[in-house]
């Protein structure tokens, strides 16, 4: 029986900027299907080497498959078929919530009717309907993510490639998130998480990697790269480094 | 903690341009020397005045003109949503009289237009035969009040202005009476000229219990104690408004945002006609383009501006003869397509800012979508010039089928170039709009940069009005505007494809630059 394709397979992935190596020869897979937590400290890499996934930035060398494609050769091919919540805001800010989702769907190729449908139903999904009619620039900044991932979700992609996601969503909204994304993994769909908040990467993935000054300095299950009674936090701590002593000013 | 606050913003207005060094400086010397050039021209208009009586008539002109600038561009700023936001720094442990000073005195370092043309005056004042040496030291006090005095004003107006224009459809009535109010003078001047019997426009300003008459007066005599009385109310009334309306915006919450749902429904046919014609994706890019960019503040501002602004230029056409009375249509049509420049087609991408990614990002054509923008920029263009043939119709400036006929393929033929050359602009100079926040200067460069790029993007066209013109030809002017058409189609062309090229070569770039952060203090 032939092997399904990876839904991401990257492989000596380098970006240079300054002369310095922010990504460095990065190389992973990650078999369809499942919830894959990226994690790193800040400046680690995790965005840029997201970018690269989505064709946002052009990488100095190594290879990206995306969906058995390859970026960027067939990028218009691989757009069609991947759910972005980028770091930044996609948002067009003087378009309204349901503009912005029927015009986010009409550009994924759904017609005009079929794109307001799906639109209401997602407003409906993240709790957003009554604020359907504020432009998006009105938006805090929680609603503004979960409008992101709305649009993200609406041409039902196969791969998601979601930065930081839950970054200033409350409670219920990030749960909202979360339960969704579980639900598209359990249909078949792959997720590719950066976040900071460990916790939640503890518990929605079943593969990390951790990157360290754009090098992968772990990949694996949780429960396999943890040590003990060791948390995912004291792993990360522990492999990026951050337990070194800090140096005090005088007068703090 | 205020030379803080003001080195943060100047640093700020330094830095705003980006790494393109060689172009700003080149720009803001463009900029800055226009501006001199103009204080020098008052400095010699003034120096050479003859009598005492021309003096005194000729400064309080420049003082009147020069008020109505130093209110009228703060005023245009604070429609356009640029305001120093004070509350920001509220949380630092500095006196709400010292944050008052500050909000001054930044008012005052990024607005140095009115004050080099003050400048100009005080030195076309010293220069005079009729001012004595022992006066030329006094003269520079009542100008120092005068600056004082428009400061204040003008920040208390901005002030004002931001509390009341919070309402979106608030701020294109306000910029279209400013923009009417700003044209009172060289109206009234047209009507002076033109109607028999009207009070002339110096009559109407010279009244002694004016700020700019006290001042004149406290400069030159004779009537200086009145002038000082006046002067002094003048001040004290001009201090409590600024300090009444600097508490009110500290103290100022906008209110919620109202929901945009409810829309006509002809309104909303209306955006969708692209789909009529085109098909998606490309008609959904043009139907988002039409209804992103016509809710714009600065869009709308410039819209109502454009339906009155050219009225001064445009209506002696109706009185007077020969070849700019015949083409005042022409003119207009010219001058509108100049004024939709910064909100079209020169940076099609600003107002997107940091969503330009999703263009790149989701599954279109950068093709596609620079058509698309453009198609939108093209009917905003002839929509605005179509209404201002209208009005010119309306006005009384003689206009034939003929004329119009001509208006038309100008429009469209200008629209083109202007579209081409912006097209290229907007991908190697790309600079996100914040729409609430300060254009700055930065906006006014790039309109001086578009009065560099007019005359070239005319010069087809005024060709071919040039060669009827001498040859008298009818056929010979209809052919090279068939030519300058072609010549405008090619260039179109070869723009399009150059701008998708870099469009793909500077796409780090470009998302970099629409992603810039935080503006600081102006907010």
């Not at chain 2, 944050?99 to 990024?110: G, N």
């Not at chain 2, 109706?318 to 083409?327: I, K, L, P, T, V």
């Not at chain 2, 990002?361 to 923008?373: C, D, E, H, N, T």
């Not at chain 2, 700055?440 to 009005?465: E, I, S």
Request: aromatic share 10%; charged share 20%.
């Amino acid at each position: 029986m032939e092997t399904p394709t990876p839904a991401l397979a990257v492989s000596g992935l380098t970006k240079i900027y300054g002369g310095r190596a922010v990504v460095d020869r990065l190389s992973f897979s990650i078999p369809r299907g499942s919830f894959f937590g990226f994690l790193g400290p800040n400046g680690a890499g995790k965005s840029t080497t997201l970018r690269m996934l989505t064709g946002l930035i052009e990488p100095a060398s190594g290879e990206i498959q995306v969906l058995g494609l390859r970026m960027p050769e067939q990028a218009l091919e691989i757009k069609k078929r991947i759910g972005l919540v980028p770091e930044e805001s996609l948002l067009f800010d003087r378009l309204t919530g349901l503009e912005f989702l029927e015009f986010a769907g009409r550009m994924y190729g759904l017609e005009r009717g079929a794109a307001v449908e799906r639109a209401r139903s997602l407003l409906d999904l993240f709790e957003l309907s009554k604020d359907s009619g504020r432009q998006t620039g009105e938006y805090s900044k929680g609603m503004r993510k979960r409008l992101s991932m709305a649009a993200a979700l609406i041409h039902n992609p196969e791969l998601f490639l979601l930065d930081e996601p839950f970054e200033g969503v409350d409670a219920v909204g990030a749960r909202l998130m979360k339960d969704i994304l579980l639900d598209r993994v359990r249909q078949g769909s792959t997720v590719f998480l950066t976040s900071h908040v460990l916790e939640v990467v503890e518990r929605l993935c079943d593969r990390v990697a951790i990157v360290n000054r754009g090098v992968l300095v772990a990949e694996g299950s949780p429960a396999d790269l943890r040590r003990g009674e060791e948390t995912l936090e004291d792993l990360f701590v522990r492999l990026v480094g951050g337990e070194r002593a800090f140096g005090k000013p005088e007068w703090l | 903690m205020i030379r803080a606050i003001l080195g943060a913003q100047v640093r700020m207005l330094l830095s705003a341009g980006g790494r393109q060094v060689l172009l700003r400086a080149l720009l803001f010397a463009l900029w800055y020397g226009l501006w001199t050039a103009l204080a020098f021209s008052l400095h010699l208009w003034l120096a050479e005045m003859e009598t005492r009586h021309d003096l005194e008539r000729g400064l309080m002109s420049a003082l009147f003109a020069l008020l109505l600038l130093w209110q009228f561009l703060p005023l245009m700023a604070a429609t356009s949503g640029s305001v120093l936001n004070p509350a920001r720094l509220l949380v630092y442990p500095i006196s709400t009289a010292r944050l008052f000073m500050a909000d001054l005195l930044i008012r005052l370092a990024t607005g140095l237009e009115a004050p080099l043309l003050l400048a100009g005056v005080f030195a076309g004042l010293v220069r005079n035969s009729q001012v004595r040496l022992a006066e030329c030291a006094w003269v520079a006090v009542p100008l120092l009040l005068f600056l004082l005095f428009n400061l204040l004003t003008a920040a208390g107006l901005r002030n004002l202005l931001e509390r009341l224009l919070t309402p979106r459809w608030m701020r294109a009535l306000v910029i279209g009476l400013i923009t009417l109010l700003a044209m009172a003078p060289p109206l009234l001047a047209l009507a002076e000229k033109h109607l028999p019997g009207w009070p002339s426009v110096f009559e109407r300003i010279s009244g002694w219990f004016w700020p700019w008459t006290a001042l004149v007066q406290l400069a030159l005599g004779p009537d200086r104690l009145l002038a000082v009385a006046v002067a002094a109310v003048w001040m004290a009334l001009a201090t409590a408004f600024s300090w009444t309306q600097f508490l009110k915006a500290l103290r100022f919450e906008p209110p919620a945002a109202r929901q945009d749902a409810a829309k006509s429904s002809w309104h909303l046919r209306a955006l969708q006609l692209p789909s009529l014609v085109l098909r998606d994706p490309l008609a959904a890019i043009v139907e988002k383009e039409l209804r992103f960019i016509g809710r714009m503040r600065r869009f709308r501002s410039v819209f109502v501006m454009g339906l009155f602004i050219w009225w001064p230029l445009a209506l002696p056409g109706r009185h007077g003869e020969g070849w700019a009375a015949e083409n005042g249509a022409l003119f207009t049509c010219s001058y509108v397509l100049m004024l939709l420049g910064q909100v079209t087609y020169w940076n099609t991408f600003g107002f997107d800012r940091g969503a330009v990614q999703a263009w790149y990002a989701w599954p279109v054509s950068m093709a596609q979508i620079l058509a698309g923008k453009n198609l939108a920029s093209l009917v905003y263009m002839l929509l605005l010039t179509g209404i201002a043939v209208a009005e010119c119709r309306l006005l009384g400036i003689p206009l034939t089928p003929g004329k119009l006929a001509e208006a038309l393929a100008f429009t469209v033929i200008v629209s083109v170039n202007l579209i081409s050359v912006g097209n290229l602009v907007s991908v190697r100079f790309p600079k996100p709009i914040h729409d609430e926040k300060a254009g700055g200067w930065g906006a006014a460069r790039a309109q001086l940069l578009l009065f560099v790029v007019y005359p070239l993007v005319v010069f087809p066209l005024a060709m071919a009005y040039l060669a009827r013109e001498f040859a008298g030809s009818d056929t010979l002017f209809v052919l090279l505007l068939g030519f300058a058409a072609v010549v405008a189609g090619v260039v179109y062309w070869i723009a399009f494809q150059s701008a998708l090229a870099t469009a793909q070569s500077r796409k780090e770039r470009i998302l970099q630059e629409m992603t810039m952060g935080d503006p600081g203090l102006v907010a």
